[in-house]
């Protein structure tokens, strides 16, 4: 007997969600970055569920899409984060006030 | 069986998101997001989805993570000691959203049930079929998505250039 497509949703919901709450409450913007990923992949998991009930190859190609703008927003993420250290010398988001000064 | 397979996915996929944002220690939390990409791809292959597993470990966990890491250790970054000051309305917000996620799927269970899934068709391999579809039906945003790595590429060698001014000599 198959998985109800009802408890994929719950799941990749309950990641969003997670992935939410991380952007939320942390200082760190590594971490925020990381809590994005966690968004991604739970679309993902969404995509890759839909396409096996519906028997349509689409979803897989848009996860590949969707890997694919992670991929690039990952490299100019860390590049973004590295510029920012060597300005601050911080990365928590705290110190990055410069436009309420 | 499915079932078995579902559910040892879904907690570990659960508890290592919980992890990634409750741990301190940016390193752990890089660490238990790799655990979480493996059961991904675990749970990928349940879905008849084989070539996409094999993309989830080879680039989320092989590419991206890595480079996660490697930020990390080159900004040598200590543990926060504590969280952002929005914590309280971050969590009232989470909750609130949490609480509407779950209503909305009791009330879709009354609606008209979900597509039961029909059995795999047997017919070409999941590879292939992606393979046809990407280089005939999505050949253009295939196109789309080289030039956005293309972008990402001299976006980031420009971004962390040590000075773009300065001349070299």
Known sequence: ???????????????????????????NIIVILLSVELMLNATNI?????????????????????????AAEVAVGLAIIIALHRAHSSIYIDDLNLLKR | MDHIFFFYFAAVIAATSLLVVALRNPVYSALSLLIMFFHVAGLYVTLHAEFLAAVQIVVYAGAILVLYLFVVML????????????????????????????????????????????????????????GEALYSTYLFPFEVASLILLVAMIGAIILAKKDINEPVQ
């Not at chain 1, 198959?2 to 990641?15: D, N, R, T």
């Not at chain 2, 969280?83 to 971050?90: D, E, F, G, R, T």
Request: proline share 5%.
């Open chain 1, 1 to 27: 007997m198959a998985v109800p497509l009802s408890y994929y949703l719950i799941l990749s919901g309950f990641v969003f969600l997670t992935g939410v709450v991380g952007v939320l409450i942390r200082r």
């Open chain 1, 46 to 70: 969404n995509f890759v569920a839909f396409s096996e009930y519906f028997h349509n190859v689409a979803g897989q190609v848009f996860v590949f899409f969707a890997l694919t703008v992670a």
């Open chain 2, 75 to 130: 900004l040598s970054i200590k543990s926060e000691e504590r969280y952002h000051s929005q914590l309280p309305v971050a969590g009232l917000l989470g909750v609130m959203l949490c609480t509407e996620v779950i209503l909305l799927f009791i009330q879709s269970r009354t609606g008209a049930a979900a597509p039961a899934a029909a059995d795999p068709i047997a017919g070409p391999g999941n590879t292939e079929m992606i």
